[in-house]
């Protein structure tokens, strides 16, 4: 059964004051009903596996990044470190050397280094494989403590590799769902996640952005988005189409 939500016309003088009138339960449906259309035209991949201390530090070379140059720097770091042990004595600049395709080097090297340190510290163990015995708040909780990780990093961690319900919402999702209607236009990446939380629902919330993402991507891109050929056009509510985002990437 298709699942209506009629699109309210928004000027371009007030798309924050027209955006922010639709009810949160519109927007639920609204989710629904693009998850409806995405759902048939991408194949969503399966959730990674990987030692979590390994996702992490992935998850953390990714941001402000390229998929491809982050690749790069986390095998460089993998192949320099095979023990994260190793890692941990290794001078800054060995590990600023390894990491330097990922930009920002110095500053991610540190990171890495003060997040092994308190491992060390803390658990007297380099991994994070404690984290599957705690609850998902609590989890979220640790995660946020460590340098460098906000919610869009902790909420990766948290649905991909421990499968608990938290929505990242990265720079496309953030992007592509404002547009679409389904997050508020005067939501900040940190309560878009608070909000995603909400209206998607749990078993929806790891297939959808992947979904967005891919859709992010590949159709409804920050520069041209291709509305004529997008499955979601005549249900998308093109709210502030032409404004500059892309913030999220920068809240971790
Ligand atoms: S209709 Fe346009 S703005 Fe809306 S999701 Fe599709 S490409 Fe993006």
Same mark, same amino acid.
């Given at each position: 059964?298709?699942?209506?939500?009629?699109?309210?016309?928004?000027?371009?003088?007030?798309?924050?004051?027209?955006?922010?009138?639709?009810?949160?339960?519109?927007?639920?449906?609204?989710?629904?009903?693009?998850?409806?259309?995405?759902?048939?035209?991408?194949?969503?991949?399966?959730?990674?596996?990987?030692?979590?201390?390994?996702?992490? *530090?992935? $998850?953390?070379?990714?941001?402000?990044?390229?998929? !491809?140059?982050?690749? +790069?720097?986390?095998? @460089? &770091?993998?192949?320099?470190?095979?023990?994260?042990?190793?890692?941990?004595?290794?001078?800054?600049?060995?590990?600023?050397?390894?990491?330097?395709?990922?930009?920002?080097?110095?500053?991610?090297?540190?990171?890495?280094k003060e997040i092994l340190a308190l491992l060390k510290e803390t658990h007297k163990s380099l991994d994070l494989e404690f984290?599957?015995?705690?609850?998902?708040?609590?989890?979220?909780?640790?995660?946020?403590?460590?340098?460098?990780?906000?919610?869009?990093?902790?909420?990766?961690?948290?649905?991909?590799?421990?499968?608990?319900?938290? *929505?990242? $919402?990265?720079?496309?999702?953030?992007?592509?769902? !404002?547009?679409?209607? +389904?997050?508020?236009? @005067? &939501?900040?990446?940190?309560?878009?996640?608070?909000?995603?939380?909400?209206?998607?629902?749990?078993?929806?919330?790891?297939?959808?952005?992947?979904?967005?993402?891919?859709?992010?991507?590949?159709?409804?891109?920050?520069?041209?988005?291709?509305?004529?050929?997008?499955?979601?056009?005549?249900?998308?509510?093109?709210?502030?189409?032409?404004?500059?985002?892309?913030?999220?990437?920068?809240?971790?």
């Amino acid at each position: 059964m298709s699942i209506l939500v009629k699109p309210s016309s928004i000027s371009n003088t007030s798309v924050a004051d027209e955006s922010d009138r639709m009810r949160e339960d519109e927007r639920r449906m609204l989710v629904l009903q693009c998850w409806e259309r995405l759902e048939g035209k991408y194949k969503i991949p399966e959730r990674p596996k990987a030692p979590l201390l390994d996702a992490l *530090f992935r $998850v953390l070379l990714s941001q402000n990044t390229t998929d !491809r140059n982050c690749d +790069v720097a986390f095998s @460089r &770091l993998k192949e320099r470190f095979r023990q994260w042990e190793e890692a941990e004595t290794a001078s800054l600049e060995d590990l600023e050397e390894a990491i330097r395709p990922a930009g920002m080097s110095k500053i991610r090297a540190s990171r890495i280094k003060e997040i092994l340190a308190l491992l060390k510290e803390t658990h007297k163990s380099l991994d994070l494989e404690f984290l599957k015995k705690l609850d998902p708040e609590s989890a979220l909780d640790f995660l946020l403590s460590l340098p460098g990780v906000g919610i869009k990093s902790a909420s990766v961690l948290l649905l991909f590799y421990l499968g608990h319900p938290f *929505f990242p $919402v990265d720079t496309h999702v953030y992007r592509v769902g !404002r547009r679409l209607g +389904v997050i508020p236009l @005067r &939501l900040d990446v940190k309560k878009a996640h608070e909000h995603m939380n909400r209206v998607v629902p749990d078993d929806l919330k790891y297939p959808f952005h992947m979904a967005l993402v891919m859709h992010g991507r590949r159709v409804c891109r920050a520069r041209n988005p291709r509305c004529g050929e997008c499955v979601l056009d005549d249900i998308c509510q093109k709210v502030g189409l032409g404004l500059e985002d892309g913030r999220a990437d920068r809240e971790d």
